[in-house]
């Protein structure tokens, strides 16, 4: 019964040997997808002039 449960044991961990392959693969593309977002958000006209904005009040306050 044991050498059994010690065979299963060794199957089910074996199988997993590609599992961090596809988990690294998954990963970086997500990371792509959120860096192309971002590129997308910021390279946008919002941004620039809500930052310029900030920038120009900041100057403009005396103090």
């Not at 990963?27 to 120009?56: H, N, Q, R």
């Amino acid at each position: 019964m044991w050498s059994l449960l010690r065979e299963r044991f060794s199957r089910s961990v074996g199988a997993d040997a590609g599992m961090s392959t596809v988990e690294y693969a998954v990963g970086t593309i997500a990371a792509a997808a959120f860096g192309a977002v971002l590129y997308t958000v910021v390279s946008g006209d919002s941004i620039p002039d809500a930052l310029s904005g900030i920038i120009e009040r900041a100057l403009s306050t005396s103090v």
